[in-house]
């Protein structure tokens, strides 16, 4: 298996724009996480799913911020519209839904908003 | 609410020499533990984790961690490093019917030749 995979790898933008970041879990896998790492505030979680299903999206900063996993093998972060506050590294992971399960990470995305 | 607290933000070691970085954790059942690495510009990589049974957990690269309940404390330790062990690392826990984890705020460890 490839592994999470994750784009763009790098996405520059600038304020105001919609911003799509994309994620593919590894396959089997039926928890999809996406979490941001800041300087100043590390490795927040952002959202969860279990088998498709959003279950804790309280992490999610503001309505500028949405994700949706419309299938067992592929996720959507977007932002809209983006501020510059935004900028940061931005991970997607996935691991089976049992007791104990390790996260298998993405190599992230680097989004900077300018 | 579950967490761990890396108390440290950086570690400094000489090579050769054993090294600790320092994990707690506050939840409210049974915990499972877990170190990751970082290195720059890349996701996080998985090193070992605490489930239930021996305390002491060995995982990749020579590292090991020992649970401490009494303690609550999960630190990680080799027992010689390497410069190659030179990265960022995160604790982490989840718990019994909560399937988010939550991660601490990383210690950067530095080991000097």
């Known amino acids: 298996d490839a592994g999470v995979i994750q784009s763009p790898r790098h996405e520059v933008t600038e304020m105001g724009q919609e911003v799509t970041l994309r994620c593919k879990p590894i396959?089997?896998?039926?928890?999809l996480f996406w979490y941001r790492q800041t300087m100043m505030r590390g490795l927040e979680l952002l959202i969860y799913?279990?088998?498709?299903?959003?279950?804790?999206d309280s992490g999610m900063p503001e309505d500028r911020f949405s994700a949706k996993m419309p299938n067992a093998s592929f996720s959507t972060l977007k932002i809209q519209p983006s501020e510059p506050r935004d900028s940061a590294v931005y991970f997607c992971?996935?691991?089976?839904?049992?007791?104990?399960?390790?996260?298998?990470f993405g190599s992230g995305t680097q989004l900077s908003v300018l | 609410a579950q967490s761990v607290a890396q108390p440290e933000d950086q570690v400094n070691v000489a090579e050769g020499n054993p090294l600790t970085v320092k994990c707690t954790y506050s939840?409210?059942?049974?915990?499972?533990l877990f170190w990751y690495v970082q290195y720059p510009n890349r996701g996080l990589q998985f090193l070992l984790k605490?489930?239930?049974?021996?305390?002491l957990v060995k995982g990749s690269y020579g590292f090991e961690a020992e649970f401490n309940k009494s303690q609550t404390s999960f630190h990680l330790k080799k027992p010689s490093a390497l410069v190659s062990d030179s990265a960022l690392y995160f604790c982490a826990v989840r718990v019994l019917n909560n399937n988010d984890m939550r991660f601490g705020a990383g210690t950067r460890l530095t080991v000097k030749p």
């Open positions: 992971a996935s691991s089976w839904d049992r007791e104990g399960e390790k996260l298998f």
């Open positions: 396959s089997g896998h039926n928890s």
């Open positions: 939840v409210s059942g049974n915990p499972y």
């Open positions: 605490y489930i239930t049974g021996d305390n």
């Open positions: 799913f279990n088998n498709n299903v959003p279950i804790d």
